[in-house]
């Protein structure tokens, strides 16, 4: 049985910084692509940043330069490091692994909320 586990969400400040964690099990986690989502009250879920299997990283252009995705892949772990947070990043931030067969998992999700 797959799980894919977030942690690390909160109340934070402009400004500031939040570490997210994703624990995954019951998966090859080495073959997966491992991505974060997020999604705001009333808005579309939007890919936030992307640790492929080959060590691939991509960003949003609206988090570039701010956050930063990371993985251990002797941990089952994905991380996202997210630095100068702003009100607009408030949203509820969700964890998804991918196969190279496109099969996809997605964790429970994790609330950020950015504000003074």
């Known amino acids: 049985q797959v799980q894919l586990v977030e942690s690390g969400g909160g109340l934070v400040q402009p400004g500031g910084s939040l570490r997210l964690s994703c624990a995954a099990s019951?998966?090859?986690?080495?073959?997966?692509?491992m991505t974060w989502f997020r999604q705001a009250p009333g808005k579309e879920r939007e890919l936030v940043a992307c640790?492929?299997?080959?060590?691939?990283?991509i960003y949003a252009k609206s988090v570039k330069g701010r956050f930063t995705i990371s993985r251990d892949n002797a941990k089952k772990t994905v991380f996202l490091q997210m630095n100068s947070l702003k009100p607009e990043d408030t949203a509820a931030y969700y964890c998804?692994?991918?196969?190279?067969?496109?099969?996809?998992?997605w964790g429970q999700g994790t609330q950020v909320t950015v504000s003074s």
């Open positions: 019951g998966l090859r986690f080495d073959l997966y692509d």
């Open positions: 640790a492929t299997n080959g060590g691939t990283t």
């Open positions: 998804n692994a991918a196969s190279p067969g496109r099969v996809t998992y």
